[in-house]
């Protein structure tokens, strides 16, 4: 995903108003990537402040202090519009759909809505588990488990593409935002030990949601996956040395 910001110049408004909008955020934070997926897909002009997760921050890196004064539990994504934070992906996506009319990820009727909330919701708990599983995972096993599990999770959400594109409606919403993260790290997966196959279904939602503004925002580069799976590399190479199973974060 690219971590250019727009300049304050380019911003639609003024300073502390509603149209002010910064992201605290980073690339490697699937939670982050559902943030900027929206925002692009939505053309909502921001600032990004990159601010890592604490096992991927170089040496001597400031915290900002904006961020720790808002940051609930030191997590990103935090977004500021005007003058009000929000952490948290889920709900900060929600607060996004209330503060902006112009091209919705939720559909205006409460019916829609739900379905598209329950949605999210849903890969948040049970597509996100497994898939963190895999790349967190350091014996063997416990990496097929997770494989499996993310494999059998991606299937069940495939069986909303039945009856057409998008997960929750006629076109993209909040669920591919939620989702987007995955699809855009699944080589680096790949790379760490996901051996499953993707529903035909679901590899094809994976490139028309690739092709949308707000995918093509935030698709790692071959670079980007490659800083992922030598991060997660190394690791893995520290936790076999070592008597601990703890990871650093
Ligand atoms: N439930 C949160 C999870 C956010 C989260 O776990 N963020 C990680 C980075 S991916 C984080 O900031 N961890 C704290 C740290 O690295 O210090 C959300 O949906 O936004």
């Not at 990537?33 to 053309?43: D, K, N, P, Y």
């Not at 939720?106 to 948040?124: F, K, N, Q, S």
């Not at 990496?143 to 409606?169: C, K, N, P, V, Y």
């Not at 076109?171 to 699944?186: C, D, I, K, N, S």
Request: proline letters at 6%; a negative charge; glycine letters at 8%.
């Amino acid at each position: 995903m690219s971590t250019s910001s727009t300049s304050a110049t380019e911003r639609a408004g003024e300073r502390g108003g509603p149209n002010d909008v910064t992201l605290f955020g980073h690339w490697i934070c699937p939670y982050s990537v559902r943030v900027s997926f929206a925002l692009a897909q939505r053309e909502i002009a921001h600032d990004l402040v990159d601010v890592p997760p604490t096992a991927a921050r170089p040496k001597g890196f400031v915290v900002p202090e904006e961020f720790v004064a808002h940051s609930p539990k030191g997590e990103i994504p935090l977004v500021r519009i005007g003058t009000e934070y929000r952490a948290d992906s889920l709900p900060i996506l929600e607060w996004l759909e209330d503060s902006r009319s112009a091209s919705p990820l939720l559909p205006g009727d409460a019916v829609g809505r739900a379905r598209v909330l329950e949605r999210a919701t849903w890969i948040d708990r049970e597509v996100f588990p497994p898939m963190i599983g895999v790349y967190y995972g350091t014996r063997t096993d416990a990496i097929e488990r997770s494989s499996a599990a993310l494999t059998a999770a991606l299937g069940r959400m495939g069986q909303w593409l039945h009856d057409g594109s998008w997960l929750a409606g006629s076109g993209p919403t909040l669920a591919e935002a939620v989702v987007v993260p995955v699809y855009a790290r699944l080589e680096g997966l790949a790379a760490l030990g996901f051996t499953g196959h993707l529903d035909h279904r679901v590899a094809d939602h994976l490139e028309r949601c690739r092709d949308l503004s707000g995918g093509s925002a935030v698709w790692w580069t071959a670079t980007q996956t490659d800083e992922f799976v030598h991060r997660f590399e190394r690791y893995r190479a520290i936790v076999a040395g070592s008597t601990s199973d703890q990871p650093d974060e």
